[in-house]
Structures are given as structure tokens and as C-alpha cells.
T-cell receptor, first 111, second 112 residues
Framework: QKEVEQDPGPLSVPEGAIVSLNCTYSNSAFQYFMWYRQYSRKGPELLMYTYSSGNKEDGRFTAQVDKSSKYISLFIRDSQPSDSATYLCAPRNNAGNMLTFGGGTRLMVKP | ETGVTQSPTHLIKTRGQQVTLRCSSQSGHNTVSWYQQALGQGPQFIFQYYREEENGRGNFPPRFSGLQFPNYSSELNVNALELDDSALYLC???????????FGSGTQLSVL
């Protein structure tokens, strides 16, 4: 079993839809939770960063962490075609900057 | 402010050869990490450098080695290339005391 699991998709939604992207993880030591967006042939771009459990909102994006169930979510409101990309969750523990990435979920937003 | 830059962008090598990939960290960032991303997979941690010393290593064999220079730029060296080394190699830098990693666009390595 991988430490971080994501549904690979692809997830296809119409423009304007609310998108829910999810990760599960197994390592209880994870304290920081990041979401990266990766366009084709580009490096990952940091989208959201959360410490411990709770919610964090930034514009159309909301990150949610439930440490009791080891479940991480990213919600995208009013999705746009420019949101079409692969979304990677990446938790880490307190020691160092090593991120453990999920396999990524490919999102397609159709106009 | 320039971001993380990597060179070359693409590289083709044959099995058994050696390769060196280069990374210039973002201005003010003193920690550099390298990740390997196979097609359709998430990035996997190779190692991290801080103050020119290796400061953490993932599950990669010793033929993967690195360097960090006084200006915080970095190199990733891979010896005795294998077909499975074909991947996108990503460099990421972090500012002092910050948990966030900022990635370059990567070097696409193909081993034939």
C-alpha cells in the first residue's frame, strides 16, 4: 500500500462546476499538507498549504484536512478550463522538507 | 525575482552512460531538493541539500549523487544509467525556515 493514495482520474467536469479532489494517507506523522497543480510538461506549482487539521480558503480553492481519518481534500469552486491540470497532494512530517506525493488526479474542465 | 531554473530541458542518453543535471535555486533559497517523476506518477524524493551537505535521502541507489554549491545551485549526477531512469527530474528550492517547496520545470531524461 502506498503512503499517499489519489484517484488518478481523469475527472471531467463542465465549466462552473464544483470539483472535489481527494487523498488518503497512512503516516500519522504527517503534519503539513500541500496541494500542487501540474500542467503538462511543467513542474508542480504550489497551490495550497495547510498545517494540521482544518480548512483553508484561497479564492476559488479550499483545502480541508481531517487527520482523524487521514483524509485530505481540495475543492475548486466555479471551475475554469484553465484549471485543467494534474493535482498532486503532498503531505510531509516535521523533519525536513521531504514531500510524499500522491500519484495525482488529472482534471479536465470542459467549456 | 527569478524562479527555479533547470538545465537542460531535455536529454537523451544510452544505457550505461552518466548524466549531470543542473539547477539554480530561487533567489534567497538555501535548500535544494531533487525529485524523480516517472510518466503518470507523482514525484519521488531523491535527496535534499542544505549548506552544501546532503540532508536527507529517499530510496535511491548510490549511483544517484548530488552537489550543492556556495551560491546554492545544485547538480544531480546519475551513473550507469538504466532504462528505468527515464523520467522527469525536478529540482525544488525552499527559503530559510519555510516548509514550502518551489519547483523548476524539470529535465526530461530519456535513456535508450
Amino acid at each position: 500500500q502506498k503512503e499517499v493514495e489519489q484517484d488518478p482520474g481523469p475527472l471531467s467536469v463542465p465549466e462552473g462546476a464544483i470539483v472535489s479532489l481527494n487523498c488518503t494517507y497512512s503516516n500519522s506523522a504527517f503534519q503539513y499538507f500541500m496541494w500542487y497543480r501540474q500542467y503538462s510538461r511543467k513542474g508542480p506549482e504550489l497551490l495550497m498549504y495547510t498545517y494540521s487539521s482544518g480548512n483553508k480558503e484561497d479564492g476559488r480553492f479550499t483545502a480541508q484536512v481531517d487527520k482523524s481519518s487521514k483524509y485530505i481534500s481540495l475543492f475548486i469552486r466555479d471551475s475554469q478550463p484553465s484549471d485543467s491540470a494534474t493535482y498532486l497532494c503532498a503531505p510531509r512530517n516535521n523533519a525536513g522538507n521531504m514531500l510524499t506525493f500522491g500519484g495525482g488526479t488529472r482534471l479536465m474542465v470542459k467549456p | 525575482e527569478t524562479g527555479v531554473t533547470q538545465s537542460p530541458t531535455h536529454l537523451i542518453k544510452t544505457r550505461g552512460q552518466q548524466v549531470t543535471l543542473r539547477c539554480s535555486s530561487q533567489s534567497g533559497h538555501n535548500t535544494v531538493s531533487w525529485y524523480q517523476q516517472a510518466l503518470g506518477q507523482g514525484p519521488q524524493f531523491i535527496f535534499q541539500y542544505y549548506r552544501e551537505e546532503e540532508n536527507g535521502r529517499g530510496n535511491f541507489p548510490p549511483r544517484f549523487s548530488g552537489l550543492q554549491f556556495p551560491n546554492y545551485s545544485s547538480e544531480l549526477n546519475v551513473n550507469a544509467l538504466e532504462l528505468d531512469d527515464s523520467a522527469l527530474y525536478l529540482c525544488a528550492s525552499s527559503p530559510p525556515g519555510d516548509e514550502k517547496l518551489f519547483f523548476g520545470s524539470g529535465t526530461q531524461l530519456s535513456v535508450l
